[in-house]
């Protein structure tokens, strides 16, 4: 099966810093990257889409200039928190696809933000 | 717009008993459902995916039913076990059923008590 990776898989900072989140297709190529947050007991929220080598699309509501994504190669994609406050704290998650058309998503194992 | 609704929201049962978790969803055009595990703290992983002509597909303990015509999606789990302790994810697909256009449920948080 492919497997996504996230690092790390948990950090607290402070509030005012940045955070950078790694997803990691490890055994395959991924086209497309999604990331989400998830807050307790409530559903995965899909934050922005990323695809290699160009921009990422984000959802209405996100703030492209807070969450900054880059998808610089076929098996990494990095979500930076920029300038973190309490209400970012929250569980991301990332997943990866081969073929955006037709291929499951692969989620991996998230990464829980604690901003204090 | 497209919605996915899970119940109940949370169930509690003992160890080794059968289980069953709902799904009704009011996307559109529909093209897959896929029921998703949810450790604590851990990603979602993949159960089942069922398309439109598909009634029943099973997964080991876990056997999820589709009925196209109300909408409607059982995850039935047999002879339960500690280790299903977890959040269980109603995930319908859209358009071409592909990455884009997923609508999630909130999911049923299940607890096994031995």
């Known amino acids: 099966g492919a497997v996504v990776s996230q690092h790390p898989s948990r950090v607290i900072c402070k509030s005012g810093t940045s955070v950078k989140i790694e997803c990691r297709s490890l055994d395959f190529q991924a086209t497309t990257m999604f990331w989400y947050r998830q807050f307790p007991k409530q559903s995965l929220m899909l934050m922005a889409t990323s695809n290699e080598g160009s921009k990422a699309t984000y959802e209405q509501g996100v703030e492209k200039d807070k969450f900054l994504i880059n998808h610089a190669s076929l098996t990494l994609s990095t979500l930076t928190v920029t300038s973190a406050h309490p209400e970012d704290s929250s569980f991301y998650i990332c997943?990866?696809?081969?073929?955006?058309?037709?291929?499951?998503?692969?989620f991996g194992p998230g990464t829980r933000l604690t901003v204090l | 717009k497209n919605q996915v609704e899970q119940s109940p929201q949370s169930l509690i049962i003992l160890e080794g008993k059968n289980c069953t978790l709902q799904?009704?969803?009011?996307?559109?055009?529909?093209?897959?459902l896929r029921w998703y595990k949810q450790d604590t703290g851990r990603g979602p992983v993949s159960l089942t995916i069922?398309?439109?002509?598909?009634n029943t597909k099973s997964n080991g303990r876990y056997t999820a039913t589709l009925d196209a015509d109300t909408k409607q999606s059982s995850l039935h789990i047999t002879a339960s076990q500690l280790s299903d302790s977890a959040s269980y994810i109603c995930?319908?697909?859209?358009?071409?059923?592909?990455?884009?256009?997923?609508?999630f449920g909130k999911g049923t948080h299940l607890i096994i008590q031995p």
């Open positions: 069922m398309t439109f002509s598909e």
């Open positions: 995930v319908v697909s859209a358009l071409l059923g592909g990455a884009d256009g997923l609508t």
């Open positions: 997943s990866a696809v081969r073929d955006r058309i037709t291929d499951t998503q692969y």
């Open positions: 799904c009704n969803y009011t996307v559109s055009p529909f093209s897959n």
